[in-house]
């Protein structure tokens, strides 16, 4: 997996681990529904038909996720994407949250 795509999944992964910590609590490991979000959106960045020059999932124009992933998605985003913003000076979360709002519309 293309270096870009490595970090876009790593902060999927910080986020889900955020929110599934906080509302499911099963402990270290993340709960079986987050595992398949998380598995889920592995899968659809390994087949990104951008490779090297996708923009950030949110920010897609074709959005090739599932509506009930996408709509997974934009709940954990919403919920652990301002918790982050302080803790986690992963790639430029700000510039991925901004544009994931604008897409949201909200
Ligand atoms: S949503 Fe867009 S950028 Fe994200 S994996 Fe799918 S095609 Fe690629
Ligand atoms: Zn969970």
Redesign the pocket.
């Known amino acids: 997996m293309h270096a870009r795509l490595e970090r876009e999944l790593e902060t999927i992964h910080a986020m889900i681990a955020l929110y599934c910590g906080d509302r499911h609590g099963v402990g270290e490991s993340l709960c079986a529904d987050c595992q398949a979000l998380l598995d889920y ?1 592995r899968v ?2 390994d ?4 490779g090297a020059q ?12 599932q509506p009930q992933y996408r709509e997974k998605v934009r709940v954990v985003m919403r919920y652990a994407g301002p918790r982050m913003l302080g803790r986690h000076p992963v790639l430029s979360l700000r510039h991925w949250l901004a544009g994931f709002r604008r897409h949201d519309g909200r």
């Open positions: 959106a659809r960045l087949r990104c038909q951008f996708k923009p950030t999932c949110v920010n897609c124009p074709v959005h090739c996720y």
